[in-house]
Protein backbone atom coordinates (compact mmCIF):
# COMPACT_ATOMS: atom_id res chain seq x y z
CA UNK A 1 0.00 0.00 0.00
CA UNK A 2 1.17 3.95 -0.81
CA UNK A 3 1.14 6.60 1.50
CA UNK A 4 0.85 10.14 0.24
CA UNK A 5 1.74 13.41 1.96
CA UNK A 6 1.25 16.62 0.13
CA UNK A 7 2.52 20.18 0.75
CA UNK A 8 3.83 23.41 -0.47
CA UNK A 9 0.18 24.89 -1.45
CA UNK A 10 -1.30 28.22 -0.16
CA UNK A 11 -1.25 31.92 -1.11
CA UNK A 12 -0.16 33.78 -4.05
CA UNK A 13 -0.91 36.80 -6.32
CA UNK A 14 -1.59 36.37 -10.00
CA UNK A 15 1.32 36.12 -11.98
CA UNK A 16 3.62 34.35 -8.70
CA UNK A 17 4.95 31.03 -8.40
CA UNK A 18 3.81 28.11 -6.24
CA UNK A 19 5.88 24.76 -5.23
CA UNK A 20 3.73 21.64 -4.43
CA UNK A 21 5.47 18.24 -3.27
CA UNK A 22 3.90 15.06 -2.13
CA UNK A 23 6.20 12.51 -0.38
CA UNK A 24 5.48 8.98 -1.03
CA UNK A 25 5.83 5.88 1.36
CA UNK A 26 5.08 2.31 1.47
CA UNK A 27 5.14 0.31 -1.37
CA UNK A 28 7.08 2.47 -3.77
CA UNK A 29 8.65 -0.17 -6.25
CA UNK A 30 4.67 -0.78 -6.84
CA UNK A 31 4.29 2.95 -8.28
CA UNK A 32 3.85 3.15 -11.92
CA UNK A 33 3.04 7.08 -12.17
CA UNK A 34 1.79 9.61 -10.40
CA UNK A 35 0.58 12.93 -10.84
CA UNK A 36 -1.86 15.67 -9.86
CA UNK A 37 -5.92 16.76 -9.98
CA UNK A 38 -7.31 19.50 -8.74
CA UNK A 39 -10.79 20.30 -7.81
CA UNK A 40 -13.14 23.57 -6.98
CA UNK A 41 -15.76 23.07 -5.30
CA UNK A 42 -18.76 22.22 -7.15
CA UNK A 43 -17.05 20.98 -9.98
CA UNK A 44 -15.37 17.70 -11.21
CA UNK A 45 -11.93 17.04 -10.28
CA UNK A 46 -9.78 18.29 -13.04
CA UNK A 47 -6.01 16.39 -14.24
CA UNK A 48 -3.48 18.93 -14.33
CA UNK A 49 -0.03 16.83 -14.74
CA UNK A 50 1.41 12.93 -14.31
CA UNK A 51 5.01 11.67 -14.69
CA UNK A 52 5.78 7.67 -15.12
CA UNK A 53 7.83 6.06 -13.41
CA UNK A 54 9.68 6.34 -16.95
CA UNK A 55 9.92 10.12 -16.26
CA UNK A 56 7.31 10.50 -19.40
CA UNK A 57 5.25 13.58 -18.71
CA UNK A 58 1.08 14.56 -19.86
CA UNK A 59 -0.30 18.03 -18.89
CA UNK A 60 -3.55 19.50 -19.05
CA UNK A 61 -3.78 21.83 -21.66
CA UNK A 62 -4.59 24.56 -19.50
CA UNK A 63 -1.23 24.12 -17.79
CA UNK A 64 1.13 23.78 -20.29
CA UNK A 65 3.94 26.04 -20.12
CA UNK A 66 3.16 27.58 -16.93
CA UNK A 67 3.34 24.03 -15.00
CA UNK A 68 6.13 21.56 -14.37
CA UNK A 69 5.90 17.95 -12.62
CA UNK A 70 9.50 16.75 -11.90
CA UNK A 71 10.01 13.55 -9.32
CA UNK A 72 13.35 13.01 -7.42
CA UNK A 73 13.38 9.17 -7.15
CA UNK A 74 16.09 9.07 -4.34
CA UNK A 75 13.40 10.89 -2.00
CA UNK A 76 10.54 9.29 -3.60
CA UNK A 77 8.25 12.84 -4.38
CA UNK A 78 7.11 14.53 -6.78
CA UNK A 79 7.13 18.26 -7.31
CA UNK A 80 4.89 20.19 -9.29
CA UNK A 81 6.45 23.59 -10.20
CA UNK A 82 3.73 26.15 -10.94
CA UNK A 83 4.60 29.42 -12.83
CA UNK A 84 2.69 32.85 -14.30
CA UNK A 85 -0.42 31.76 -11.64
CA UNK A 86 -3.75 32.92 -12.45
CA UNK A 87 -6.91 33.28 -10.37
CA UNK A 88 -8.33 29.92 -12.29
CA UNK A 89 -5.54 28.12 -10.80
CA UNK A 90 -6.99 28.56 -7.88
CA UNK A 91 -8.05 24.75 -6.42
CA UNK A 92 -7.84 22.08 -3.70
CA UNK A 93 -4.61 20.06 -5.36
CA UNK A 94 -4.86 16.44 -4.66
CA UNK A 95 -1.67 14.08 -5.77
CA UNK A 96 -2.11 10.77 -6.71
CA UNK A 97 0.18 7.29 -7.38
CA UNK A 98 -1.11 4.68 -9.46
CA UNK A 99 0.38 1.32 -8.87
CA UNK A 100 1.46 -1.47 -11.24
CA UNK A 101 -2.16 -3.24 -10.23
CA UNK A 102 -3.81 -0.04 -11.61
CA UNK A 103 -4.91 0.66 -8.29
CA UNK A 104 -4.85 4.20 -7.04
CA UNK A 105 -4.00 6.21 -3.90
CA UNK A 106 -4.86 9.94 -3.40
CA UNK A 107 -3.35 12.15 -1.03
CA UNK A 108 -4.83 14.63 1.23
CA UNK A 109 -5.18 17.18 -1.04
CA UNK A 110 -3.51 20.86 -0.28
CA UNK A 111 -5.35 24.42 -1.32
CA UNK A 112 -3.45 26.78 -3.74
CA UNK A 113 -5.61 30.21 -3.74
CA UNK A 114 -4.27 32.44 -6.29
CA UNK A 115 -5.92 36.63 -5.61
CA UNK A 116 -4.59 39.60 -5.04
Known amino acids: QVQLVESGGGLVQPGGSLRLSCAAS????????MGWYRQVPGKQREFVAQ???????AYADSVKGRFTIDRDNAKDTVYLQMDSLKPEDTAVYYC??????????WGQGTQVTVSS
Open 51 to 57: ITSGHTT
Open 96 to 105: YAITVDTRTT
Open 26 to 33: GSIVRISA
